[in-house]
Structure formats: structure tokens, C-alpha cells
DNA sequence: TCGGTTGTAACTGTTGACATTACAGCATAC
DNA sequence: GTATGCTGTAATGTCAACAGTTACAACCGA
């Protein structure tokens, strides 16, 4: 089991705003005909960025833009605007509190899950948007240099 | 979305083998009596662990116990055993090569996605079982002092 | 007012986790 | 050698989450 295709989504349809946002204006549909999905999951996306400050959408008129310098947003902000807060892992539901085991297995257990749960927060977020943007930005000029 | 209870189970069931097994024959239906899932759920997660060379199962006669010392098992070796070699985030599937953003965002966001993977699982790998048995332990003790 | 867009709700198909039942295979006790 | 208890595994049912899709109200600019 795994995380959903979100995170992955939601960087793509930034990188569509950030890079592509001055030539092109960046409708739900025409976000979705890059991503590849369907333009009502743009919108939903969309406004879990929007309701995380990370975006500013026009309705009416159509269009998304950054609501900040893309210095300023991480993996992790993203990640967190579209998967929750909730930990990585879940505790089972009904451990034994008759056996040793079972009464102590939540804390001890959590603490660990915990920690790697940071961990894998701290790594989301030490990249960033402007980071991302540079990477493809440079895979395109080498495209055309050969 | 988030990982099943699988890791957090087999982690459960490792410890009453290894802090209750002097006492009590670790079947698969006295195990989930701890771990409070159906038996059946126990003897697959154990299929996993044996598979993995951590446990060794006695068909027939009934019981498990551990196939190394638990310094020499981490959470790693229990998540990979239990989970998969998958790693945590799935990209999408159809980005648009026709769009400069969508024919490299695997390239480019993948390789930050496999820094968060390394990153989780190098904390997962930072846990060995003797340690949660000695949480467990200790815990155990603060009971009855107090 | 009209055309294009966003914001949502509702329905559907798919997938995975988990519980449960059932039964074949194996090892020990008698 | 049979009975008993356990493991291994297949089949089935339930439930929740994800994602695709359709539909429609709300909104804005020409």
C-alpha cells in the first residue's frame, strides 16, 4: 500500500503555473491536458493549494497562479496541503491490554513511527518548488544541445 | 491515504515471540489474541516474516521463534518483509510528453521522491527489535514500582 | 446577456486491507 | 495408525479510499 498520486499531481500542476504560466493561461483544462487527468481533479487539487496559501485561483475568469515565490514553497508544504497531516504509518486498532505486549506496543511503537515520520518530512522539506523548476528547466536546454 | 497496519502488527507479533515466547507456545491464534486480528491475518504476516528469514514456523507442531538475534532485526527488514521493495510515493501515470513540464516531471520530481524513501527508511533501519523489547520492558517494570 | 471558467456534489469502477470460513497438509501423542 | 492440534492457503464478503466522469450552480468579462 501506498501513498495516492497526489503529491506527484499537485508538483506537476505548479511546475504548469510556474513555468508555463506567462505563455499560456492555466485553466483546469489545459493543467489537466499536461498532467493527464481529468480537469475536476485539477480543481480539487487546486483548491487544497488554494486553502493551503500556496496558489491564488481566478474563478470566473480562469486561471492559477503562485501565491508565493516559488523559493518559498517545499515538497513538504504541498504534501501537507494534499495528503493532511496525518502520519505515515497506523497504528492496529485493538491490541490485548491483558498482555504485556499489547498494553505497551502503542507507545513504544509510536515513538519510532514518529521518527520517521520526521524523517520523512525533514526530506519533503529540503526541496523546493524553485529547485524543481531549474532541474526541468535545464533537462529541456539539454534536450535541444543534444 | 497511508500504509496498512501491516508493519505495526508484525512488529507486535515479533515482540511476543520474543519477550513471551519462554512462556507461552507463540500459535497463531495466541498471537492474535494479542495483537486482537484474526488468526488467519497472523499466519500470513508470519508466511511474510518467514519468508524474509526472521522467523522460523513449526507446521505441525505449532509456534513460532525468531531466526536471528533481535539486535540483527530492524523495522527495515520488518517493513520490507511486510510492505514490499515498493517505494512510498507512486507517480502518475500519463503526463503529456507534448508539454515541456509533463515529459520530465518523472525524471525530475522521482529523484527527490527516492531521497524521501532513502531517508524513511534509513530511520526505519535506525530501530532494531531488541530495542522496542527493552522499551517494552522497561515500561513493563514502571508498572509495578509505580 | 452570453460564453468560458471555477467550485462542488453525486455516481461509478477499481483497488487494497482485513475478517472470516473452509479445507488440505503436517507433526506429535496416544 | 488414528486422533488432535496447528500451519498454509484459497475463496469470499465487507469496507474505505482513490480517481474518472457527468452535471450543474456560481461567477466574471466582453
Do not use: W
Not at 500556496?54 to 508565493?68: D, H, K, T, W
Request: proline share 5%; with cysteine; charged share 20%.
Amino acid at each position: 500500500m501506498r501513498y495516492s498520486t497526489r503529491l506527484p499531481v499537485a508538483t506537476h500542476i505548479l511546475l504548469c503555473i510556474a513555468l508555463l504560466g506567462g505563455e499560456h493561461k492555466t485553466t483546469s483544462a489545459f493543467l489537466a491536458g499536461s498532467v493527464g487527468v481529468n480537469p475536476v481533479v485539477v480543481r480539487n487539487v487546486l483548491g487544497q493549494l488554494k486553502a493551503a496559501g500556496i496558489v491564488s485561483v481566478e474563478p470566473g475568469v480562469g486561471g492559477a497562479s503562485l501565491a508565493r515565490e516559488p523559493e518559498r514553497i517545499s515538497l513538504l508544504d504541498v504534501f501537507r496541503a494534499v495528503e493532511g497531516q496525518e502520519g505515515l504509518f497506523r497504528l492496529h486498532d485493538n491490541p490485548n491490554p491483558a498482555c504485556p505486549v499489547g498494553r505497551n506496543v502503542h507507545a513504544v511503537l509510536g515513538k519510532s513511527l514518529a521518527a520517521v515520520d520526521d524523517a520523512m518530512e525533514a526530506q519533503l522539506a529540503a526541496t523546493t518548488l524553485r529547485e524543481l523548476m531549474d532541474a526541468t528547466s535545464e533537462r529541456e536546454a539539454m534536450r535541444y544541445r543534444g
